[in-house]
């Protein structure tokens, strides 16, 4: 039900702030000589248009059912109960405009919002760690934008608060100058002309053909400290646009599709298996037989998921490009209808990866993307927005991480394996479950009428859990290098993480019951960034300890026993 | 790699045991789970007679499992649960069947909490907790003596006070 696009109705403020909001709606609590930081601003009065318009967006099965094709008597009930829920929600959202506020005083910043119970979320400017200006399509009619500010906590309740939606796109621009470039005494850029973000205006196709992909990254690793230059580390190239049907994005988008589809024949109160297209194609699959049917199942849903993904790809990454700006940061500015422009304070980023499911990864393909303090990973609105480089050829996809980390080695370097031991456990923990289900299937299928072809599906997954297994244990490995720690896991998905020394913040050892019988540990570093915990998985007992003392030296020496023999560990790689 | 040259090295165990109270705050615990499912069962055999043999199996096994469980458990975890801290660091030990070793440096951690619920306060037993700034890294002692809690909490508050910075 709940679109991308809001948090839903959040009249209760999150007060993780100091002060309890008993003040009025625009007295400025705290006299002090810079009268205009002081002052609270409001969201752009636009938005008051732009509301409605997005919820009715959202509604639109229900009003297409009600008012283009239904007459059904139950689906009209339904969809007045829809259109009804869409009042409402359009009410709350002209009282969300009227109430929030906000304001950025040079020391914090804070949004106030809540009628009932008000509430004022302060937060230090020097927390500040990105800042995301994202426009949806009637943003960008009306030239506005929502800014969302990351921080570098962890607690999830205090990152919604700070998005402010929306903004007129120059005074989102001139908050994001606020809070990134114009902190600190020294950093003093009155206007900025250097930044490259100008998310609403028009985005340009990505041909500029500014940096070939292989390219070794000194020369442009110090664009910063310049103060005023900006060196665009990377934009989209159409030779990337090959890889869009692998990266699978159109499996969300068919979902999606589908789910859209559903709901506007239900409320029309329209049976899908009834209509006569969708009939023959049913009485054709089956006549055809079962393996011809599936080999034309499979062969429509790949083309599907293949155009669906390409569409996505254009939607998500058109105009591409990831600059460093003179002041400290990185700038990401992509979208075709929906633009995003995410600025990360460079300083707060602990790492970069490189991942690549499967199907990527058998076209020659990766995405990157940065480990970065204020964006945790794979958490709703932040999905995606410490993304370096979308979906393109490894090779340029490595090129942008290292051009980020000023190192090129960690996501190069020949990586130790985990030894025999790990190698035999990633195949016992894939083929026992699978021997057990088709073992489970069997006795199902024998004694309780169960239908043939669970058994076969069993066995299907039986045998492909060899090549899997045989994968993840190829896949496992670690390098410890002066500046970072790397490790790498997976094969579905697979995840060279690069994390860099100052960005581990503890360690977590965790044996289970069968690691201990192995001899082998996961060692888990802990950090405020990205993913929060990055596994060395099924690492040798001894090598995981010797990896976290030589990461942070010191850290572990009081707890250390048995360091009395100097000569060389036998390090287990293949 | 270059780093193999490094000595061989193990890590020990931190010095400090959990109160011994704990031992019998963990039985109690499990046993309070263990007595529900075997009452259920229980009653499911006075009402339906049906399938008697078979219910009856299912509750021996489920006594049987509860026996050992409650007097394996506990003692087990009481050896595995242990925990220290020195100048720079804090170091834990939880688990039974699957165990964990958890290390922060004191310049990292952001708080320091201790923490009791009813029944443990009936053991008079309190947990500690320290975050840091990742949200996958707490550090839980559990089955502390109170004033042991009190101490750890203090020392630890005091430490991270001198260490200061934003600990990301």
């Known amino acids: ?574 | 790699m270059t780093d193999s040259t490094l000595p061989t090295l193990a890590l020990r165990p931190p010095a400090h045991r959990v109160s011994g109270r704990a031992v019998v705050y963990w039985t109690a615990r499990a046993a309070l789970g263990w007595v529900g499912l075997v009452a259920a069962q229980a009653i499911w055999l006075a009402v339906s007679p049906a399938e008697r043999a078979a219910h009856v199996a299912v509750f021996a096994v489920t006594l049987v499992l509860a026996v050992l469980h409650l007097a394996v458990m506990p003692q087990w975890r009481f050896r595995v649960h242990r925990w220290e801290y020195s100048q720079d660091a804090v170091y834990t030990q939880a688990g039974w069947f699957n165990q964990e070793r958890r290390i922060a440096p004191v310049s990292r951690i952001q708080t320091v909490d201790s923490h009791r619920g009813p029944f443990e306060r009936m053991f008079g037993l309190a947990n500690v907790t320290v975050t840091t700034a990742s949200a996958a890294g707490p550090l839980t002692i559990e089955g502390l003596d109170q004033p042991v809690a009190d101490r750890l909490v203090d020392d630890l508050t005091r430490q991270t006070q001198v260490a200061g910075g934003d600990a990301t």
Request: hydrophobic letters at 45%; charged letters at 15%; glycine letters at 12%.
């Open chain 1, 1 to 574: 039900m709940t679109g991308p696009d809001h948090a839903g109705p959040d009249l209760t403020g999150t007060g993780t702030g100091t002060t309890g909001g008993t003040a009025g709606p625009a007295a400025p609590p705290v006299p002090v000589p810079v009268p205009d930081p002081e002052r609270w601003r409001r969201l752009s009065p636009l938005m008051l248009a732009v509301h409605p318009v997005m919820e009715v967006v959202r509604a639109l099965p229900a009003l297409v059912g009600v008012l283009v094709l239904g007459v059904t008597r139950g689906a009209a009930q339904g969809a007045v109960w829809s259109v009804a829920g869409v009042g409402v929600v359009v009410g709350i959202g002209l009282l969300r405009w009227a109430t929030t506020t906000y304001r950025v005083t040079p020391a914090q910043v804070q949004v106030r919002r809540g009628l009932l119970r008000r509430s004022v979320l302060t937060v230090p400017r020097d927390r500040v760690r990105t800042v995301d200006l994202t426009a949806h399509v009637m943003h960008r009619l009306l030239g506005l934008a929502r800014v969302t500010v990351g921080t570098g906590q962890s607690d999830r309740r205090a990152q919604d608060g700070l998005r402010l939606d929306a903004l007129t796109t120059a005074e989102a621009h001139r908050l994001r100058e606020e809070l990134l470039h114009e902190r600190g005494p020294a950093v003093g850029l009155g206007g900025t002309p250097a930044t490259a973000g100008t998310p609403a205006t028009a985005p340009v196709p990505g041909t500029v053909p500014a940096r070939p992909g292989g390219t070794p990254v000194t020369g442009t690793g110090d664009g910063t400290g310049t103060g005023t230059g900006a060196t665009v580390l990377a934009t989209l190239r159409p030779a990337w646009l090959r890889y869009a049907p692998f990266s699978l994005s159109g499996l969300v988008t068919i979902g999606v599709v589908t789910g859209f589809a559903w709901r506007v024949a239900g409320d029309a109160g329209w049976q899908p298996d009834q209509a006569g297209p969708v009939r023959q194609v049913v009485d054709q699959l089956g006549r055809a037989g079962l393996v011809l049917a599936t080999a034309e199942v499979v062969l429509v849903v790949l083309l599907l998921v293949g155009v669906f993904s390409t569409i996505g790809y254009l939607l998500a990454f058109w105009g591409f490009s990831l600059t460093r700006t003179g002041a400290g940061t990185l700038h990401v500015t992509r979208g075709l209808l929906t633009t995003r422009t995410i600025t990360i304070d460079e300083s707060r980023i602990r790492g970069v990866e490189l991942s690549d499911t499967l199907l990527l990864r058998w076209v020659g393909g990766a995405r990157c993307t940065a480990i970065t303090t204020g964006l945790r990973a794979g958490r709703g609105a932040e999905r995606g927005a410490s993304l370096l480089c979308p979906p393109a050829s490894r090779a340029d996809a490595a090129g942008v991480g290292a051009r980020v980390l000023g190192d090129r080695t960690p996501l190069e370097v020949a990586l130790t394996g985990h030894g025999r031991a790990a190698t035999r456990r990633r195949f016992t923990r894939t083929l026992v479950p699978a021997a057990g289900l088709v073992l489970a299937t069997t006795a199902l299928w024998r004694l309780a009428d169960w239908p043939q072809w669970t058994v076969e599906v069993a066995l299907t997954l039986l045998v492909l859990a060899v090549p899997l297994a045989a994968d993840r244990a190829r896949n496992l490995g670690h390098a410890l290098l002066p500046a970072s720690l790397v490790m790498r896991q997976g094969s579905l998905v697979r995840r060279r993480s690069a994390l860099t020394r100052a960005g581990v913040i503890g360690w977590t050892i965790r044996r289970s019951f069968f690691q201990r019988w192995a001899g082998l540990v996961t060692l888990t570093a802990t950090t405020a960034a990205g993913r929060q915990h990055y596994e060395v998985l099924d690492v040798p007992a001894a090598r995981a300890v010797q990896l976290a003392d030589a990461t942070l030296p010191g850290l572990l020496a009081p707890f250390l026993v048995g360091s009395a023999d100097p000569a060389p560990a036998g390090d287990p790689t293949r």
